[in-house]
């Protein structure tokens, strides 16, 4: 059984009904770590209750004027444009899913789960540290000595592109307009930041209808 570090995001949602149709997932935990867009949380809990998947959320806002000037969680402005341009280095949030994780095994460990599960993607790979392979291989070794029996890292979609993962949510029956990507965190998608664009690009890129709404 799999507790799911689960943001209420695309990927993070199409694992969530992964786990839950395979008949293992233990829990879903949400954390507010003082990110702007918040309300993805909202995503979260919906989906979560949707499949009947125990929920809860941990609010870590106060780590937020700890973690610098990242555009995520201070008054940086979230930056427009793709994935590989420059100035998306600025979304990234030190050692996020080093925080995340950590808690999440605590708690698998607390509910009596075997694994915790997040759903880092290959094109993740090129700007989040935490989320390319020699990362999670290094806190898999980690996490299986943490406690008297081992505790397992998931990462399904660590060599899939987003497009992979559409079409994976879109056999699993997602409904992809209860999730949440852009970054900043407005009434609707913004259509611009990186998240936005790389949305638009994966339903495009897997051939499935996008009901998201964008502003732009």
């Given at each position: 059984?799999?507790l799911?570090?689960?943001?209420?995001?695309?990927?993070?949602?199409?694992?969530?009904?992964?786990?839950?149709?395979?008949?293992?997932?233990?829990?879903?935990?949400?954390?507010?770590?003082?990110?702007?867009?918040?309300?993805?949380?909202?995503?979260?809990?919906?989906?979560?209750?949707?499949?009947?998947?125990?929920?809860?959320?941990?609010?870590?806002?106060?780590?937020?004027?700890?973690?610098?000037?990242?555009?995520?969680?201070?008054?940086?402005?979230?930056?427009?444009?793709?994935?590989?341009?420059?100035?998306?280095?600025?979304?990234?949030?030190?050692?996020?899913?080093?925080?995340?994780?950590?808690?999440?095994?605590?708690?698998?460990?607390?509910?009596?789960?075997?694994?915790?599960?997040?759903?880092?993607?290959?094109?993740?790979?090129?700007?989040?540290?935490?989320?390319?392979?020699?990362?999670?291989?290094?806190?898999?070794?980690?996490?299986?000595?943490?406690?008297?029996?081992?505790?397992?890292?998931?990462?399904?979609?660590?060599?899939?592109?987003?497009?992979?993962?559409?079409?994976?949510?879109?056999?699993?029956?997602?409904?992809?307009?209860?999730?949440?990507?852009?970054?900043?965190?407005?009434?609707?998608?913004?259509?611009?930041?990186?998240?936005?664009?790389?949305?638009?690009?994966?339903?495009?890129?897997a051939?499935?209808e996008?009901p998201?709404?964008?502003?732009?």
């Amino acid at each position: 059984m799999a507790l799911i570090i689960y943001s209420g995001g695309l990927d993070s949602t199409v694992l969530l009904y992964k786990l839950a149709s395979e008949g293992r997932a233990a829990g879903a935990l949400s954390i507010n770590y003082g990110q702007k867009h918040v309300k993805e949380l909202e995503f979260a809990r919906f989906n979560a209750e949707k499949l009947g998947v125990p929920f809860q959320t941990l609010d870590l806002g106060c780590l937020a004027p700890l973690l610098g000037d990242n555009s995520l969680t201070s008054s940086t402005a979230v930056p427009d444009g793709d994935y590989d341009d420059e100035n998306m280095k600025s979304t990234v949030v030190p050692n996020r899913n080093m925080i995340m994780l950590s808690i999440a095994a605590a708690r698998a460990i607390a509910i009596g789960a075997d694994s915790v599960a997040y759903a880092a993607h290959g094109g993740d790979h090129a700007i989040y540290p935490d989320c390319r392979n020699e990362f999670a291989d290094a806190l898999a070794a980690t996490l299986a000595l943490c406690h008297y029996e081992p505790i397992k890292l998931e990462r399904p979609f660590v060599n899939f592109t987003k497009a992979d993962i559409v079409k994976l949510g879109a056999e699993l029956g997602v409904d992809f307009s209860k999730t949440w990507s852009c970054y900043k965190g407005g009434e609707a998608h913004c259509g611009t930041c990186g998240t936005c664009t790389e949305r638009k690009m994966a339903f495009r890129d897997a051939g499935v209808e996008d009901p998201t709404e964008y502003m732009g």
